[in-house]
């Protein structure tokens, strides 16, 4: 069983930084994408970013140029560095793998970490 662990969430004042980490383990031959999704109360889960096995990159319009995707050097592991955040930033975190397993492809969900920025 394929299994995500989030950490790095908390709170910020506006305009802090903090650094999201997701790490997969279990039966994994290979990642196609990780991301990075969020939802906030009442509304619905949508995609902050992502990275592909090649380095692409893809970033929501609200967080370009204040986040970044990057790989671990185990590239089962992604990270999700936010600098300048704001309130509208305030949210449940997820990351999302992805990936080829004993199943075939397959895709699978962390449990989440809160961030949660104050002005």
């Known amino acids: 069983q394929v299994q995500l662990v989030e950490s790095g969430g908390g709170s910020v004042q506006a305009g802090g930084s903090l650094r999201l980490s997701c790490a997969a383990s279990?039966?994994?031959?290979?990642?196609?994408?990780m991301g990075w999704y969020r939802q906030a109360p009442g509304k619905q889960r949508d995609l902050v970013a992502a990275?592909?096995?090649?380095?692409?990159?893809t970033y929501a319009d609200s967080v370009k140029g204040r986040f970044t995707i990057s790989r671990g050097n185990a590239k089962n592991t992604v990270y999700l560095q936010m600098n300048s955040l704001k309130p509208e930033d305030t949210a449940v975190y997820s990351c999302?793998?992805?990936?080829?397993?004993?199943?075939?492809?397959?895709?699978?969900w962390g449990q989440g970490t809160q961030v949660t920025v104050s002005s």
């Open positions: 279990g039966i994994i031959f290979s990642i196609n994408a």
């Open positions: 999302n793998a992805d990936f080829w397993g004993r199943a075939g492809r397959d895709t699978t």
């Open positions: 990275i592909t096995s090649g380095g692409s990159t």
